[in-house]
């Protein structure tokens, strides 16, 4: 049995005091956005950095959640953020797999996928075709443009390349078809691989902000992340939320908690999806090394 040395326990003790003074490192912005968004006038007003509130007040998230506008665009983000992924994944997988196999110009489509890696039309080329194509002013020009990512493309078909094919060709000799296949071997054996990269298209979903300001003129089908950037980059949040909703609080609270408070809220959902996936993410891992 293998015995730690002094030095080998002495260098775990100072590797986990060092990640843990980095992993406080990273949780300070996080606490001090948390303590802003639940402190009173009073606490701003005299201190400069606060990590913990002194006098608890929830005036800013009465604020923000009684904003009709604030609702709308959360639940418009959930829209575009689900449907996106299952359109990014769907597209993504099927393309992967169809890679996979030998069909008619497959090493000349592979190549211009990685090509597209490697060079980007830019901003202007997609908003004329986005604006070509009738998507102006809907959510489908936040999801279609970017519907598959290449690099998650080529991982994916390098994940399938791995599954044994004597599994497909077993199915095949039963009488599946491809796709019957595809979905009964193939997609069961790659949950890993699609939780993963369903997180990475569910974050970027979440989290898009300036196809919104191109392409999206109608208010009422912002996304979370603009109607963020107008309270908290353009401080306006009394225009934002409403005049009305201001006027209907005792104690308004200064626009420095209600920007935490919408930063803390915009941000705390996706969030709390990677724990449900986290699951994945090791037995992916565990795969990987088995295979390796």
């Known amino acids: 049995m293998y015995k730690k040395t002094f030095l ?24 001090h956005i948390f303590s802003v968004s639940f402190s009173s006038l009073q606490d701003v007003l005299l201190k400069d950095f606060i990590l913990w509130p ?23 983000t959930m829209y575009i953020t689900v449907l996106g992924t299952a359109v990014s ?42 604006k070509a194509t009738g998507l102006m002013n809907s959510i489908w020009a936040l999801i279609i443009p970017s519907a598959i990512s290449s690099f998650n493309l080529i991982v994916i078909r390098q994940f399938f390349l791995s599954i044994p094919n004597e599994l497909n060709e077993a199915a095949l000799m039963d009488g599946a078809n491809e796709l019957r296949s595809f979905w009964s071997i193939i997609l069961p054996l790659s949950k890993p691989a699609l939780a993963t990269f369903g997180l990475f298209y569910a974050v970027g979903h979440w989290n898009k902000y300036f196809e919104g300001i191109l392409y999206l003129n109608d208010a ?45 809220v915009a941000t705390l959902p996706i969030l709390l999806v990677y724990p449900f996936l986290q699951k994945h993410f090791a037995k992916g891992v565990m795969i990987g090394s088995v295979k390796g």
């Open 8 to 31: 080998n326990r002495t260098f775990d003790v100072l590797n986990v005091i060092f990640l843990t003074i980095i992993a406080g490192l990273m949780l300070l912005p996080f606490i």
């Open 54 to 76: 002194t006098h608890w007040a929830v005036d800013s998230y009465k604020a923000i959640f009684a904003s009709n506008h604030f609702i709308r665009s959360i639940f418009v």
């Open 89 to 130: 994944l769907i597209l993504t997988a099927t393309m992967a797999y169809g890679l996979t196999r030998n069909v008619l110009g497959q090493k000349w489509i592979l190549l211009l996928v990685v090509f597209t890696i490697l060079f980007n039309a830019g901003m202007i080329p997609v908003y004329l075709v986005v």
């Open 220 to 264: 009422a089908k912002w996304p979370i992340q603009v109607v963020l950037r107008q309270i908290v980059i353009m401080n306006e949040a009394t225009s934002t939320l409403g005049a009305d909703v201001m006027l209907q609080l005792e104690n308004p609270p200064p626009p420095v908690t209600i920007q935490m408070a919408a930063i803390l």
